[in-house]
């Protein structure tokens, strides 16, 4: 625990960075919104995941770890999930429930911590009927043909989140615009079910069955867990408007206060080799796909180069150099042991989390371990560990590294200690010749007072 270290976060609805104070130093709480489970996830979607587990660790580390609540939904209603069971031919829950499985592997697979508590919509359909009932009866709420519309005028501080003006709202609201809207920014907490849809008995006196909208969802799961009010909300930037704005509405006005959460955070859009990530483009990539050719450590180190609050171009090159540092690291600290997370490296995490700057003290921490500064070596060692690297030994890490790559290990180790034998022979034409050798296969040594290691050259 380290109670001094002052954290700071950007809050997207105040637009500043403030110290993080929380509500509750015993009970620390952070909602993040999470997948909705109708395939694999793609490596968009593992940037809310990585970020936010990176803010998990670091709570934890100042808070304890029994004082921290991190709460990440699954979303199990949705018209893309009904459309996707139905084009396997498989019930809705053999399909969430795989996708959630497939989930649960992939972060796992990039160094993520379970959160404390992983909701699914479908246990809350009572918690949501509740808060729609509220807003009925306070007036923020209305009954047209069998949906419930959340009435956006009845809130005078609607948008702040947002902040985006009225008229560029109601054009947003319009495309799907209903004629039972009493106001086009109107959007739905509950709507009647289709024949074939999952369907619930339904809040507000309404007698047909009906499914919740997406945003009621979340806002039943956060104070179902959390409570009316908590710390930190999370997602990605998209997820701003309409999502966050309208759980702000739902919460505020069901729970009559002024706040939902104290600090809203948002991390920006992936992109790949310069372009917006779609499948009709042919760069799109599961998490799933990428660990087949990446270890999950260098995925999630190529993630937090970049500060999570800026746009992200997802490329081959990063990915390579990303490998490259982990495999020095590993050489240089694998098999430190100790205790010590750099100070200088938690200033950096709790400057709204730099991860970019976390980068650069760890380079520094890594040319003095190299130089024999062990208190060095144990502290990159150890803060690499709280980020949630360094999980495989060091043997391990490049064994894997070899086998990855269509190389004989047995055959390099031979040659690299015939030229070991060489050079304490003198012979060095001869261990020359070998390096040659082994470099036209592909391989780089690496030679040290601890002996020589290889790896494949990329
Ligand atoms: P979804 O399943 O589409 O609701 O997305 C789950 C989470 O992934 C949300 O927090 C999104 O904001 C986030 N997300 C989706 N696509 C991207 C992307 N390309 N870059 C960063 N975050 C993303
Ligand atoms: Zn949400």
């Known amino acids: 625990m380290t109670p001094s270290l002052q954290l700071r976060l950007y809050d997207t609805l105040t637009r500043d960075k403030r110290v993080f104070v929380p509500i509750d130093k015993a009970r620390v709480r952070m909602y993040v919104c999470g997948p909705t489970v109708y395939d694999f996830a793609h490596i968009g979607n593992a940037r809310p995941v990585i970020v936010f587990d990176v803010l998990y660790r670091l709570l934890r580390h100042i808070y304890g770890e029994a004082h ?22 498989i019930s809705i829950r053999e399909l969430t429930e795989g996708t ?62 947002s902040k985006r003006p009225l008229d560029e709202m109601i054009a947003g609201s319009r495309v799907e615009v209903a004629p039972y809207k009493k106001d086009p920014q109107d959007f739905v907490l509950w709507k009647p079910s289709k024949p074939g849809e999952p369907g619930w008995p339904s809040p507000a006196g309404i007698e047909t069955l009906g499914r919740p909208g997406w945003h009621i969802e979340c806002s039943a799961m956060a104070w179902k867990h959390l409570g009316e009010t908590f710390d930190i909300h999370g997602g990605g930037i998209d997820l701003v408007f309409p999502h966050h704005e309208n759980e702000i509405a739902q919460s505020r006005c069901a729970f009559h206060s002024g706040v939902m959460a104290n600090y809203w955070m ?27 050719d990446w270890p999950g450590e260098v995925l999630r180190f190529n993630m937090l180069r970049t500060h999570y609050r800026q746009p992200i171009d997802w490329t081959v090159k990063g ?10 690291w590993y050489w240089v600290a694998g098999s430190a042991v100790g205790d010590r997370i750099s100070n200088a490296m938690l200033a950096a995490l709790g400057d709204d989390l730099n991860t970019h700057q976390v980068i650069t003290v760890l380079h520094g921490l890594r040319n003095k371990a190299q130089g024999g500064d062990e208190i060095a070596r144990n502290e990159l060692a150890w803060s690499l560990r709280m980020l949630g690297f360094l999980r495989e030994s060091a043997a391990d890490w490049a064994a894997r590294r070899q086998t990855n790559a269509d190389v004989d290990a047995t055959k390099v180790q031979s040659l690299i200690d015939a030229r070991t ?38």
């Open 319 to 328: 990915l390579e150099e990303s490998w490259k540092t982990l495999d020095d």
């Open 266 to 292: 948002h991390n920006g859009f992936l992109q790949v080799e310069g372009e917006k990530m779609s499948k009709s483009l042919g760069n799109f990539f599961t998490i799933n796909e990428l660990l087949a």
């Open 100 to 161: 959630y499985n497939n989930f649960k592997a992939d972060v796992a697979a990039l160094g993520c911590l379970t959160p404390t508590v992983e909701p699914r919509a479908t246990d809350h359909i009572e918690e949501m009927k509740t808060i729609i009932e509220r807003l009925v009866k306070s007036g923020n709420a209305y009954v047209a043909e069998d949906n419930v519309l959340f009435d956006v005028p009845s809130m005078p501080d609607y948008g702040e989140l």
């Open 421 to 458: 034998a060489a050079r304490a022979a003198k012979d060095f034409k001869e261990s020359d010749r070998i390096r040659d050798e082994l470099a036209a296969m592909g391989v780089v040594l690496k030679d040290s007072k601890e002996g020589t290691t290889w790896e494949i050259a990329r």
């Open 68 to 89: 921290v609540t991190y709460v990440r939904n699954i979303t199990d209603v949705d018209d893309k999930i009904n459309a996707r069971a139905a084009e396997r031919g």
